[in-house]
């Protein structure tokens, strides 16, 4: 699954960058390569101050070598070696009414000392973090996560939109990060399926990311705003941060795996605010996505 699923992220991610540079008309992406000291490299593509995209990044990467302790210990493993690779982007658009995504799609393989593989998987998802709660929006978005599900296998969407409602949750502030979508790992093969299924399933969910995510864009970001609705996405901005350097287990095994520093944060937004025990007036539309973000949804 190796060399078909790393071509596949590196022309989705030509496909990304090339739409998302279209919809906003004026940036483009910045191209980065790196290599890994432990073996391996990536591709990092940021795009910045942009007419609509105020910082984003697609990048992928593919990196190899010696699984560091950290891993071994979490994986319950000694003097492994392993492979993975995968899409990873994060989109900050200028307009607080169109929401913040993020999408992931990965592939690991472990290795005994042979060479043989011992364990593979594919994991990923694709979510979405409005400032500002439209539902149409919400239920956009979902849909096309049901769809491309539902081609493979049709408890596929409720199981794994569960687990995306699960997955990004602020615990310390009872809240979710956003509307969700979709999130899985550890898909191995099975009586039922194969990795090639599972690969299929994967690569699915890939395709329809610009499908699920431009349209709302492009009904949102010439709405006219205020320097109260920007203090408000700042403000939902803080959480956003909170979530991935408290609780994303990807930011953290970046982190625990000697990762390239600058592709594991550009997930940051570039303005921030944290306010002392904020709150937004009753009735507001501000208060209506907080209230939204106690439970989950049924958007479809």
């Not at 593989?117 to 096309?144: C, M, R, S």
């Not at 287990?249 to 997930?267: A, C, D, V, W």
Request: hydrophobic content about 30%; some cysteine; aromatic content about 12%.
């Amino acid at each position: 699954m190796r060399e078909p699923f790393y071509e596949y992220i590196q022309k989705l991610q030509d496909r990304i960058t090339a739409t998302l540079e279209n919809v906003d008309g004026k940036a483009r992406f910045r191209q980065d390569l790196w290599e890994r000291p432990g073996g391996g490299g990536g591709r990092t593509r940021v795009i910045e101050n942009g007419n609509v995209f105020e910082k984003g990044g697609v990048n992928i990467s593919a990196v190899h070598g010696a699984l560091p302790e950290t891993m071994q210990n979490y994986l319950d493993v000694k003097d492994a070696d392993f492979f993975a690779c995968g899409l990873s982007l994060v989109i900050h658009p200028k307009n607080p009414f169109v929401p913040t995504v993020h999408a992931n799609w990965r592939y690991f393989e472990m290795y005994d000392k042979q060479g043989s593989i011992v364990d593979q998987w594919f994991g990923g998802g694709q979510d979405l973090t409005p400032y500002y709660l439209f539902e149409e929006d919400a239920k956009h978005f979902h849909n096309v996560c049901k769809t491309a599900c539902d081609k493979h296998d049709t408890n596929f969407y409720p199981k794994y939109k569960q687990r995306c409602d699960e997955y990004f949750h602020n615990a310390h502030r009872n809240e979710a990060r956003g509307v969700g979508g979709l999130f899985f790992d550890h898909l191995k093969k099975t009586n039922t399926m194969s990795m090639q299924d599972r690969y299929n399933f994967v690569t699915e969910v890939g395709n329809s990311f610009l499908e699920a995510y431009v349209p709302i864009i492009e009904r949102r970001k010439d709405i006219p705003y205020s320097q109260a609705h920007r203090d408000w996405q700042e403000i939902r901005r803080g959480r956003y941060v909170e979530f991935n350097l408290v609780h994303d287990k990807g930011t953290l095994f970046g982190l625990k795996t000697n990762g390239r520093i600058e592709s594991i944060l550009m997930s940051l937004p570039p303005h921030v605010q944290w306010r002392y025990d904020h709150h937004p007036e009753a009735g507001s539309e501000e208060e209506k996505l907080l209230k939204v973000l106690k439970r989950p949804v049924d958007w479809v």
